[in-house]
């Protein structure tokens, strides 16, 4: 449910949805969508059990790894994203609702 609340809002803010759950052979992807010239990598979590704080331990760094290895590969073989700019957002949903969204939670870039 948390995926597609996070899909919504986000083509609601304009951006197109590319793939849902893209896997690669080093993990998966819950997001990918573009907008403009932005490519943005999106993992959601469904925080309806939980507290928000405990979202360090959710995205641990070898989680951002594969979310990152895995980004790569689908780069690779959607070479028209190639100039893009990319980007590795959290979203958090509680409630049927965004709650929190961390952009480029992995790299700190934009």
């Given at each position: 449910?948390?995926?597609?609340?996070?899909?919504?809002?986000?083509?609601?803010?304009?951006?197109?949805?590319?793939?849902?759950?893209?896997?690669g052979?080093?993990?998966?992807?819950?997001?990918?969508?573009?907008?403009?010239?932005?490519?943005?990598?999106?993992?959601?979590?469904?925080?309806?059990?939980?507290?928000?704080?405990?979202?360090?331990?959710?995205?641990?760094?070898?989680?951002a790894?594969?979310?990152?290895?895995?980004?790569?590969?689908?780069?690779?073989?959607?070479?028209?994203?190639?100039d893009?700019?990319?980007?590795?957002?959290?979203?958090?949903?509680?409630?049927?609702?965004?709650?929190?969204?961390?952009?480029?939670?992995?790299?700190?870039?934009?």
């Amino acid at each position: 449910m948390g995926e597609a609340v996070a899909a919504h809002i986000l083509e609601s803010e304009g951006w197109t949805i590319l793939e849902r759950n893209y896997r690669g052979p080093r993990g998966e992807v819950d997001i990918i969508a573009a907008k403009g010239e932005m490519v943005a990598f999106v993992e959601v979590k469904n925080w309806s059990a939980f507290d928000a704080g405990e979202l360090g331990a959710a995205i641990s760094t070898r989680k951002a790894k594969r979310i990152i290895e895995t980004s790569k590969i689908f780069l690779s073989r959607h070479r028209e994203y190639s100039d893009a700019r990319l980007r590795y957002d959290v979203l958090l949903i509680r409630e049927g609702r965004l709650d929190r969204r961390i952009e480029s939670a992995f790299t700190g870039e934009t």
